[in-house]
């Protein structure tokens, strides 16, 4: 098993889609850092925009706002002026699901990339449980997940400091680190989610695309119906799924978010993480290598 990590860790760091990668993650937290400056200029020259995003934040952490389809990210009116949390201002950014796309390309490029190149069939002939193949991706994916926070934190961090300066600074390390650990988590179980579907349809297009559909929140409808369903059986339970799936985490566990927002995001992200690496391992032993 160690040997087969040490392979999979060797053909990441020398495959070329690796580094894109890495270059891309660095590249979306310097995006994400303008823009976020470019919506406090505005709303420095609007204050009816300002007070809009203020209640926006206001609902958000009271738990009142309904999760949106695509990418979004809040720009606290207070960081206008005043100082800015790096840790909320980091976390806010990882909320937005940018990272987790990019986790999403990152897995299927990554897993399907052997179909293509014969690894595996060279590979699995020699191995009598052919399931810890699966298990030895999902160990470099989570390295590779852990590569992609530091440096999209690092990359944040850093072009923060330039714009902002003094007033950009970290608040609280405990609070941020508790919320990272939950977020890293919900990547790498949507990371061993990818794996499976990969595995399973021996398809990267199909589970990119899932993956994508997923993290962009096109799957709100479909979230919707499920919790309107189980409404009229049991009107007294209030039932959402969203809250038992890593997508639907990710926009709620924040720097501010509760403790139990943050054990359940993890218990989440680690459920899926064990319970789609052991099916994918399953498939893996069980069907013939081609």
């Not at 405990?174 to 990371?191: F, K, P, V």
């Not at 061993?192 to 799957?219: E, Q, Y």
Request: hydrophobic residues 50%; negative net charge.
């Amino acid at each position: 098993m160690l040997n087969l990590i040490k392979m999979d860790l060797y053909r990441m760091f020398h495959s070329l889609s690796t580094w894109i990668i890495i270059l891309f993650t660095a590249g979306t937290a310097l995006f994400c850092t303008v823009m976020v400056q470019g919506d406090l200029e505005a709303m420095a020259e609007d204050s009816a925009y300002a007070q809009q995003m203020e209640q926006e934040i206001n609902a958000s952490n009271d738990g009142n706002e309904d999760r949106s389809i695509g990418f979004y990210s809040e720009s606290d009116p207070e960081w206008v002026e005043g100082e800015i949390d790096a840790g909320e201002f980091i976390s806010s950014q990882i909320q937005s699901g940018l990272l987790t796309l990019l986790v999403v390309i990152f897995a299927a490029v990554f897993v399907n990339a052997e179909q293509k190149n014969g690894y595996i069939k060279n590979i699995a002939g020699q191995l009598s449980n052919r399931g810890i193949l699966a298990l030895s991706k999902l160990a470099a994916s989570a390295v590779q997940i852990f590569i992609m926070f530091m440096v999209f934190i690092a990359s944040t961090g850093v072009r923060g400091k330039i714009l902002w300066g003094e007033r950009f600074f970290l608040d609280s390390p405990a609070d941020m680190l508790s919320s990272l650990g939950a977020q890293y988590l919900l990547n790498l179980g949507i990371a061993a989610l990818i794996l499976f579907f990969c595995i399973l349809t021996r398809s990267s297009a199909f589970s990119m695309t899932a993956g994508i559909v997923m993290v962009t929140g096109l799957f709100i409808p479909l979230y919707s119906v499920i919790n309107r369903a189980v409404y009229k059986i049991r009107p007294s339970w209030d039932f959402d799924i969203s809250l038992y799936l890593p997508d639907g985490n990710i926009a709620l566990a924040g720097i501010h978010a509760s403790s139990e927002v943050l054990i359940r995001a993890s218990v989440v992200g680690a459920a899926f993480a064990v319970v789609c690496a052991a099916a994918a391992a399953l498939i893996m032993q069980k069907r013939d290598v081609r």
